[in-house]
């Protein structure tokens, strides 16, 4: 092989990878799945996508190594192939964070309206959760939950918050997450639970960016009694605990 040809197919081999990451939707569908594993049905449905479409796109992203699939029944089921697809995606966010001034400018316009404040960063949080001075939210669907969380959360999906919020203790700060830093969860989580009078903050980044940092989850369901919550006899939600 010549060099020229060589240059010539390598680099084609790079553009098969920047073009798993040339399309909105491809973003979000990573964005997504490294939240875990999902069927076709429920990436289309979260990705407000055809299922036609959602194929379309997951084949690709298969096609460039990105995902990887495993049978469930009658479902496929897909996930990110490894963790350096998800640093892969956090480089191109901080690439276009670094260069394209309107990522700034949507994400200030934006999360300044619902919380109007910096997020709380992880490890700031950590201290502050062993120290008993804030109860930990994660707001996104419970199936998320269980594939990786920040030990003793509490688990309320933001469709029960509201059902939920006055169960809190008043004299407690609140500190919620979700998907990561460009989720809205957490911000309208902030404000339902700032619309009662708590005290409450949005947690910088989400499970994804936190394993790959080598900050320890935890899986499944919480067996922790709930505490900072008001008790409810029937059909409690929150799942989880502050240790």
Known sequence: MEGREFKNSIFEQFARAANAFASPK????????????????SISQSTNMAIANTSRHLQILRNAGMLSTRKDGLNVLYRIADDSVIEGYRALCALAESRISEVRH????????????????????????????????DVRPQLEFEAGHLPGAINIA????????????????????????YCVLAAQAVAIFRAVGLQAERLEGGPADWRVDGIPLAFGPSTHKPQHLHSRKKNPKARGSIK
């Open 106 to 137: 949507l994400a200030e316009a934006f999360f300044g309206e619902l919380d109007g404040a910096d997020p709380v960063n992880v490890n700031e949080l950590l201290k502050r959760s062993r120290a008993g001075e804030v109860v930990v939210v």
């Open 158 to 181: 933001l469709d029960e918050l509201s059902d939920r919020v006055t169960d809190f203790d008043p004299d407690t700060a609140v500190v919620a997450y979700c998907r990561g830093r």
């Open 26 to 41: 491809r973003v979000e569908i990573i964005d997504l799945l490294s939240q875990g594993e999902r069927s076709v049905a």
